[in-house]
């Protein structure tokens, strides 16, 4: 699937066969009679972001192949417009900064980060990203672990980031597609 970004004016191809809403249009409320959310885990991701200001939180991305919701997790990527930052990418001292905030921040998880770097692409943009492990123990006690990557880049109206969070078992699986977009 395509997505242009007329705020933050950007373009992206995001992995075939996910489910994709921005939460202040129609599709939002759609994708809760799809098939997909009958899996009370999809439900859940999709009504965790219900309140999110649509102006800053500008998609939600989640893979909903049954081989991939394992463990009570759904593997999620959210897409978040910062419009009052603009992160130089020159040095990693602001991406450092952040990734300091990280273990601080998330009101499910405990982050532990463990990378943080600046990257050129082929075509000159700089991106920053931070990568993070947590763990969490499900219903049946299991313990599960996550994994965590976040990639920041400049727009003209600010810094996008979109942040993919997945169980460690697919990372390998999904990095590719996620670095490709």
């Given at each position: ?28 409320l ?11 885990h ?46 130089s ?17 998330a ?75």
């Amino acid at each position: 699937m395509h997505f242009t970004d007329e705020l933050a004016y950007y373009e992206i191809t995001l992995p075939a066969g996910w489910l994709i809403v921005r939460v202040n249009e129609k599709e939002y409320l759609d994708a809760f009679s799809l098939g997909e959310a009958a899996n009370t885990h999809v439900q859940q991701s999709l009504l965790s972001v219900q309140t999110e200001d649509p102006n800053v939180f500008r998609l939600l991305a989640i893979d909903t192949q049954a081989a991939h919701i394992q463990n009570e997790f759904v593997t999620d990527m959210r897409f978040v417009l910062d419009e009052e930052m603009d992160i130089s990418l020159n040095s990693d001292e602001e991406l450092q900064a952040i990734a300091q905030k990280i273990p601080f921040s998330a009101a499910v998880f405990r982050f532990e980060v463990t990378s943080v770097k600046i990257f050129t692409s082929d075509n000159g943009i700089d991106f920053g990203v931070i990568e993070a492990k947590s763990s969490f123990t499900n219903t049946t006690g299991v313990d599960v672990a996550i994994y965590q990557k976040q990639v920041f880049f400049n727009v003209p109206v600010g810094t996008q980031s979109i942040t993919l969070t997945t169980v460690a078992d697919l990372k390998d699986t999904l990095l590719p597609a996620f670095d490709a977009m």
